[in-house]
């Protein structure tokens, strides 16, 4: 049980060091709100460089967003979870989030990446969160975050920080140009991503600029039964996964929490 001592707790899920970027404003607000923040980071990031290149760059940013470098944990780095295939790892990650959550009971508040069919690592995490929270009765607490997503695209187009309407009602907070121009020079702050975000940087901070708004969503786990939205998936078309092979990993999930709650 939580003590008069031990302040609420904010738990940010992240599948790759620099995901940070879909919820700067949201860890602003939540410290200003009195709560600590955790953040969790589930794979180790190794695709596109060093764990611990991309490991240091992310803790900078957070640091400079006002979280404690204790408070910031590399679960798949000490899991060995390769960035790209958390659908080989299901189990590994949710019962490393399941003691997280058994000795953390002071957290209010959990954001994941947003079912949104961008990228396998972002769905998969969420999947394995909602289930999780789910189990505890506590789903309540949770809010999704776009990151990316290629509905109504083509090819290799994509939208950035757009959530689908098939996730249901927005919730919007506004924040002011100065801390947009401060979230867009932390878009600038991976260096060891410079290939990522050149692709990413001109949507992402055009949406910042001129948007303006952190944007969340509720989470249900009746949105895992079908992919994100009809058509192509962004990472299908990018072939990263299919979604069949994503449902082989979500069955076995099912399986796993089938088992927790008979």
């Known amino acids: 049980m939580r003590t008069n001592l031990e302040p609420p707790t904010a738990l940010f899920l992240f599948a790759h ?34 764990p611990d290149r991309r490991n240091a760059e992310s803790t900078d940013v957070l640091k400079k967003l006002g979280v404690a470098v204790e408070n910031i944990y590399f679960a798949g780095q000490e899991l060995g979870i390769k960035d790209g295939f958390l659908h080989a790892d299901i189990e590994l990650l949710d019962k490393w989030l399941d003691s997280f959550l058994d000795h953390h009971s002071s957290i209010d508040r959990c954001f994941i990446p947003a079912w949104e069919g961008g990228h396998p690592d972002h769905d998969l995490l969420h999947a394995i969160t909602v289930n999780n929270l789910n189990s505890r009765n506590r789903l309540e607490i949770a809010r999704q975050y776009p990151l990316y997503n290629g509905k109504g695209c083509r090819g290799p187009f994509f939208k950035a920080l757009s959530p689908i309407s098939e996730n249901g009602p927005i919730e919007k907070k506004k924040f002011g140009w100065n801390d947009r121009l401060r979230y867009i020079s932390l878009c600038l702050a991976y260096p060891s991503q410079w290939k990522s975000w050149i692709g990413l940087f001109p949507f992402v901070s055009f949406r910042i600029l001129f948007g303006g708004t952190q944007m969340l969503q509720r989470v249900s786990t009746d949105r895992l039964a079908k992919p994100p939205h009809s058509g192509p998936l962004y990472y299908e078309r990018r072939a990263f996964l299919d979604w069949t092979a994503l449902r082989s990993a979500l069955d076995r999930l099912e399986i796993i929490y089938q088992k927790k709650t008979s």
């Open 17 to 50: 060091q620099d995901d940070e970027f879909g919820v700067f404003h949201q860890i602003e607000h939540e410290r200003r709100a009195g709560r600590r923040v955790h953040c969790i980071y589930a794979t180790d990031g190794s695709a596109t460089a060093l």
